[in-house]
C-alpha cells in the first residue's frame, strides 16, 4: 500500500487544515476547564493573602495579650554613664537619688615571672577555692596581705587540678585551669624583663567573696609558683582585690557583689557603670504599649482593606474579585468584628470597651485611633488598659488573647479559613484529573480522525494514480485508432 508523509499529498487536499479545525473544536471543553481552574487557582490565592493578614493581626494581638508589655518600666538618669536601670514591675516608677561609691570588682593575682613559657615546672595538684578575705593589712607594693583571715564561701565547691608531665610547663598550667572550670581564668603576660612571663589568674565571679585561695600538694616548684593563703604564705601578687559595689538609695545603703544589682528598687534591675550621683526617674514605658495598639489597629485595617481588594467588582469591565460573595471571608469579618465589640468583664470601675481608650470603628468597618483619648488612658488608668487586652496566665480575658484565640480557631486545621482552602484545593485537583482524562479522550478521536485522514488520502491517491493510467491508455489507443 502507498504511504503519505503528510496526510494531505497524496489526495492533494487541504487534510491538515481539516484536522487542526476539529481539534479546535474538540478541545474547546479544555478552555472552559482550564477558565474554571484558573479561577479556583485566584481563590485559593486570595485565601492565602487572607490568612497573611490574620497572622499579622494575631502577632499584633498576642503582644497586647501579654501582661509584660503593660510592666515595662523605663529608668531615665539624670547623669548619664553612670547606671541603666530597668523594670518589670510598674509600682516601681517613681523618682530616686543614687549614688554609688563602689563598682564590684574581680579579684586579679600574678605569679613570680618564668623566664619560659614551655620549660616544665613541676607536678602535683593545685586546688582553689573562694572566699572572704578580712581583717589585716594590704600591702600595695607587695599585694599581699599582713594579719588578715580567710572565710571560705561554704556554697561554692572547692575545685582541684592535676599537673603532670604533659601539662607541667606554664602554657599547660595556665590551659589547665582554663579548662577545669574552676572560676578562674589563667592567662600569660610578658612583662620585658628577663623573666618576663607572668601567669595571671582572675576570678570569673565579681564580689568580696570571690577572693582565691590556692594550695598546692606537690613539688616545691610548683608550690612557690601558685600556692596562695591570704592568712598565710602567699606567692602570687595581688593586683586587683575583690570587692562588693556600694550604693545609696534615698539614703539606704545597699551592697552586692555584682555590678547588675536586682531589688534595690523593687522589681528592678541596675546595671552600675562607674561611681558618681544621678537622679533617676522611673516611669511605665507607655509609648511601647501606644505603639503595639497602633500597629494592632493597622493590622485589623490591613485585613480590611485585603477583604475589600478581594471581594470588589469593577461593572466598567465586568471583572469579579476572587472572593466576591464568598461566605468565608464574610464570616471572618463578622467574627472579628463582633469579638472586638464585645464588652470585656469586669467591675464598674474597670474598663470594657474599646473606644474608652480612643480606638473606635469608622463608617467603613476600619478602625481609627484617638491619640490624646489613647495618651490619657495610658497615664491615668494603664492597669485599666492592660486589663482591656491583656490577662494573668490561664484566663481567656483581654481583647488581645480573644483576637489571639480566634484567630488560631480560623486557621487551624479544622479552622473555616482552612477547610474553604482545603475545600479549594480539591476542586483544583479534580478539574485537573478531568483536564487529563478530556486530554485523553481528544488525543484519542484526534489519532482515530488523523488514521482515517491518513486512509481517505492513500485512497485517493491510488485512484489518482489509476485515473491517470487509464487516461494515458485511452489517449495511446485513440493515437493508434487515428493513424490506421
Known sequence: MATISSVGVGSNLDLSSLLTQL?????????????????????LSAYGTVQSALESLQSA???????ALFQAVTGTPTVSGILAASSTDPSSAGTYNITVSQLAQAQSVIAAGQASTTTAIGNGTVTIDFGTISGGTLDGATG?????????????????????????????????INAAGAG????????????????????TTTGEASSMRISVDGDAALQNLLGNDPAGTQNLKQTIAAQNAKLDVNGIAITSASNTVKEAIQGTT??????????????????????????????????????????????????????VGDSTLRSIQTRLRQALTAPQAGDTTDMKVLSEIGVSFQKDGTLAVDSTKLSKALD??????????ASATGSTAGYGKQID????????????????????????KDLD?????????????????????TQLDVLISSMNNTMTYLTQQFEAMNATNSSN
Open 23 to 43: 481539534e479546535t473544536a474538540e478541545s474547546q471543553p479544555l478552555t472552559a476547564l482550564e477558565t474554571k481552574a484558573k479561577s479556583y487557582t485566584s481563590k
Open 144 to 176: 599581699k596581705y599582713s594579719g588578715a583571715s580567710f572565710t571560705a564561701d561554704a556554697s561554692r565547691e572547692a575545685k582541684t587540678i592535676t599537673i603532670t608531665d604533659g601539662n607541667n610547663t606554664l602554657a599547660g598550667i595556665r590551659d589547665a
Open 184 to 203: 578562674v581564668t589563667a592567662s600569660i603576660v610578658n612583662d620585658g624583663s628577663g623573666t618576663p612571663n607572668r601567669l595571671v589568674l582572675t576570678s
Open 380 to 389: 491615668t488608668d494603664l492597669a485599666g488598659v492592660s486589663g482591656l487586652f
Open 433 to 453: 484529573e478531568q483536564y487529563d482524562a478530556m486530554q485523553a479522550r481528544i488525543d484519542a478521536t484526534m489519532e482515530r480522525y488523523r488514521t482515517q485522514f
Open 405 to 428: 484565640a480566634l484567630v488560631e480557631d480560623l486557621t487551624k486545621s479544622g479552622g473555616s479559613l482552612t477547610v474553604a482552602s482545603e475545600g479549594v484545593t480539591s476542586t483544583i
Open 61 to 67: 494581638a498576642q503582644k497586647l495579650g501579654d501582661p
Open 270 to 323: 541596675l546595671t552600675l557603670v562607674q561611681t558618681g550621683t544621678t537622679g533617676l526617674s522611673m516611669k511605665a514605658n507607655t509609648t511601647a504599649v501606644t505603639s503595639a495598639i497602633n500597629d494592632f489597629v493597622k493590622a485589623y485595617n490591613s485585613l480590611q482593606s485585603t477583604a475589600k481588594s478581594l471581594t470588589t467588582y469593577d461593572a466598567d469591565t465586568n471583572t469579579a474579585a476572587a472572593l
